[in-house]
């Protein structure tokens, strides 16, 4: 659960939650709250989605994701993909964490939760949600993080190097994830997160 008490936090056109740099949302999972701090906005085109930090941690960069609220019931695009980013890879990343199913090219589920919105909830007794848009909204939070391939063949940083190495972390992934039965259906430069390290790796997410 995410308790949302920041003002840079705010709802557009009472649709979505928007996050600013300095926003810090506490998620309670379990028994245990933690805080995560928003460093960087960003989007892949089509949805934002965040680099953020624990507030008990904050050398460790994390990605941060807002799923789509429960309320937001049209077919939109925008829903589908936020839906197939955060509900989808929740899910998978869930299933792999409880078969302890583990690999340095795939991403790893940090944590998971729901928004706590501002004000009363009074979502009713037998479950379900509140009428406030932002009651049942999912939040995901995985590492590592990286930048995609999109982004570095945008600025050009995509080197043939770049390009061998990621078709053989990317093939690793594949492999390790059909080892448990899973499938990933949407290999594309956006879904690969390329992350810096001395010898630089591939991660393929959702």
Same mark, same amino acid.
């Given at each position: 659960i995410v308790e949302v008490q920041d003002?840079?936090? $705010?709802?557009?056109?009472?649709?979505?939650?928007?996050?600013?740099?300095?926003?810090?949302?506490?998620? &309670?999972?379990? =028994?245990? $709250?933690?805080?995560? &701090?928003? +460093? &960087?906005?960003?989007? =892949? /085109? &089509?949805?934002?989605?965040?680099?953020a930090s624990s507030i008990k941690d904050s050398g460790t960069a994390l990605f941060l994701y807002i799923g789509s609220p429960p309320t937001q019931l049209e077919p939109a695009w925008e829903d589908m993909k936020l839906w197939f980013q955060v509900q989808r890879q929740t899910k998978i990343l869930g299933v792999m964490k409880q078969k302890g199913l583990s690999s340095k090219y795939l991403p790893q589920l940090s944590v998971s939760g729901r928004v706590i919105h501002p004000g009363? #909830? !009074? !979502?009713?007794?037998? /479950?379900? +949600? #509140?009428d406030h848009p932002w009651c049942g909204t999912p939040i995901l939070v995985t590492s590592p993080v990286g930048r995609t391939v999109a982004d570095m063949v945008r600025v050009g940083e995509f080197r043939a190097e770049e390009a061998i190495r990621c078709c053989h972390d990317c093939l690793s992934a594949l492999h390790t994830a059909a080892s448990a039965g899973m499938r990933h259906g949407d290999i594309r430069p956006e879904n690969v997160i390329c992350v810096t390290s001395e010898i630089g790796r591939a991660s393929c997410r959702e």
């Open positions: 003002e840079s936090i $705010r709802l557009g056109s009472e649709r979505s939650m928007k996050l600013e740099v300095g926003s810090v949302l506490w998620l &309670e999972e379990s =028994d245990s $709250r933690q805080g995560y &701090e928003i +460093n &960087e906005v960003l989007s =892949d /085109g &089509e949805i934002l989605y965040y680099i009363q #909830c !009074r !979502r009713p007794s037998s /479950g379900g +949600n #509140c």
